[in-house]
């Protein structure tokens, strides 16, 4: 077993304000992105975007993951809260963030962004998906100093007995989520972008690869509390929503490589 690094989630603390490291996480990963993103166009013979347009699409982005993350949180895992406090979407320093109300809300920015600039949904996806793992990367490990989040009990080496989890060794799920789907699918995005694939691959390949990994992680992490299992003893909300993307990453995939060039 090893033992939970226990580190304070409050990072800095002056006065009554606090900084959270998962709210820094959000900043490392938003920030990361537009850095490497940006570079990808400086270093680009036939960039699709300019680096003033990259800020902006980044931006727009960072809006859709907090606002979609938030609202997706109080729909799939707290309607019966919201619908007793419609407010608590406010209350972001309460926690409670859902990746997949995050993807929709991005999903609706790029779209919002694409228009306004004349190009294609597609091709601001397929610019923007290797980027969004560095995201993912950077909050699980937020939800990792939180000690939140965390896995069924284990016996395996490296379970770790988490605080507000009771005494038992757990499976330190927040880790295989930064592992998979932030780490592996960023080399996996950054590999299969550079063999030049036909428009909406590289978006296949993110919905595809998220909803498998996701979908494995979520047999060992414990449901949310106020939802459990949904059926079967074993499938949770995060299994069901991640259904759709497996099977749209697959539909986009096989339109990428069978329809005929525009």
Known sequence: MLTYPAIDPVAVAIGPLKVHWYGLMYVIGIAATWILARRRVQRSQNPLFTPAQVEDLVFYAAIGVVVGGRVGYALFYNFPGFLQNPLMLFRIWEGGMAFHGGLIGVLIAMYVYGRSQGVRFFEVADFLAPYVPIGLLAGRIGNFINGELW???????????????????????????????????????????????????????????????????????????????????????????????????IVLLAAAYTRRPA
């Not at 919905?207 to 003893?233: I, N």
Request: glycine share 10%.
């Open 151 to 249: 896995g069924k009990p284990s016996d395996l080496p490296w379970a770790m007995v988490f605080p507000n989890a009771g005494d038992l060794p757990r499976h330190p799920s927040q880790l295989y989520e930064a592992f998979l789907e932030g780490l592996v699918l960023l080399i996996i995005l950054q590999w299969f972008s550079l063999r030049s694939p036909p428009r909406m691959a590289i978006s296949g390949m993110f919905l595809l690869g998220y909803g498998a990994f996701r979908f494995v992680v979520e047999f060992v992490r414990l449901p949310d509390t106020q939802l459990g299992y949904l059926a079967f003893g074993w499938l949770t909300m995060g299994q069901i929503l991640c259904l759709p993307m497996i099977l749209f990453g």
